[in-house]
């Protein structure tokens, strides 16, 4: 099933428990009109569609640069843009300590890809190409905008969970703890449906960039350095209260930075030579090995907005 298909079957189940929500919400109000309940859903998702990019913007510090300010980030991100037949994106550095690199917009045509300072620093020209190879599938797939609308539903699932589930009234009874105890399960599911759809489209993002123009390797290696990049991070104070600041939107990143410790030890058995990169051999050794989780690895997994590290780029090794 091709990743629009899954994106829009994910958003259609995620907006039917929203729906489901209003209603019980709606019942215990008093008001029983169906049509209501509907604009109350898509007023919903309407407003984290209209205010979704500018959080993001704000959580991640973002600061949009001019071609004179940044003329080598811009030509990357035209040219980039062109190959995948889309107007070029706004230009943004992202004043995050950590090194990694995001994209986001309502649309197409108001996408943005940014990077942070850190990941000028730690990768080269060919493979911060790669990277941005990489968010700029996220832009033409437009996966981006669904992830965007899915993320207030577990939020507003955990609201009426925590307003709720301890309620209970003369006139209705324990219907009011029911509901909350409803939206409660309802934000545990809907949460891992949006861990589920950030999970599968970085698979795509991933192929997308080798679609656009980039060796696997180069992507392979500039994950590898993230990672690194990340772990070495744990105990640098500012770094960490950036990760703070954005633990709600870290999906946009290219990894999931919470794991990176414990991800640099799987991926330096991949690093033979010990060069601190990923070479086209690297990659097509990894490409006949069998990679195997253990039951813990694949649990702590269902609960990460990225794929598992390993598996991520020894599907890059299918590529090369």
């Not at 984290?48 to 640069?65: A, D, I, K, N, T």
């Not at 699932?157 to 509901?179: E, I, K, P």
């Not at 954005?246 to 990894?255: C, E, R, S």
Request: with cysteine.
């Amino acid at each position: 099933m091709g990743l629009h298909m899954r994106m829009w079957l994910l958003f259609a189940l995620m907006f039917a428990i929203l729906y489901g929500i209003i209603v019980a919400l709606g019942t215990y109000a008093g008001v029983n009109d169906p049509y209501s309940y509907l604009v109350m859903a898509v007023v919903i998702v309407g407003l984290q569609y209209l205010v979704g990019p500018s959080l993001v913007g704000m959580m991640m510090r973002v600061r949009y640069v001019s071609e004179d300010e940044e003329p080598e980030l811009h030509q990357m991100v035209a040219d980039l843009a062109d190959r995948a037949g889309i107007p070029k994106p706004r230009v943004g550095v992202s004043e995050v300590s950590i090194p990694n690199a995001f994209a986001f917009g309502r649309s197409i045509r108001d996408g943005r890809v940014c990077v942070t300072r850190g990941i000028r620093q730690l990768l080269n020209g060919d493979e911060l190409r790669a990277v941005l190879g990489h968010e700029m599938t996220h832009l033409k797939n437009r996966d981006m905008i669904v992830i965007t609308f899915l993320s207030v539903i577990p939020l507003v699932c955990y609201w009426a969970a925590w307003n709720l589930m301890f309620r209970r009234s003369r006139r209705d009874g324990n219907y009011a703890a029911l509901v909350g105890i409803g939206a409660f399960l309802m934000y545990f599911i809907s949460n891992l449906l949006v861990l589920y759809g950030s999970r599968i489209r970085e698979y795509y993002a991933d192929e997308g960039s080798v679609r656009l123009g980039n060796p696997p390797n180069e992507l392979a290696t500039a994950l590898y350095k993230l990672v690194y990049g990340s772990a070495r991070l744990k105990n640098d104070p500012r770094a960490q209260y950036d990760l703070h600041r954005v633990q709600g939107v870290k999906a946009f990143f290219l990894n999931d930075v919470t794991n990176a410790s414990r991800e640099i030890g799987e991926l330096r058995e991949i690093d033979r030579d010990y060069s601190g990169t990923i070479s086209a051999n690297e990659l097509l050794n990894l490409r006949s090995q069998s990679i195997r989780l253990s039951g813990a690895e694949r649990m702590m997994e269902l609960f990460t907005t990225h794929p598992n590290m390993l598996k991520r780029i020894k599907r890059l090794s299918t590529l090369v």
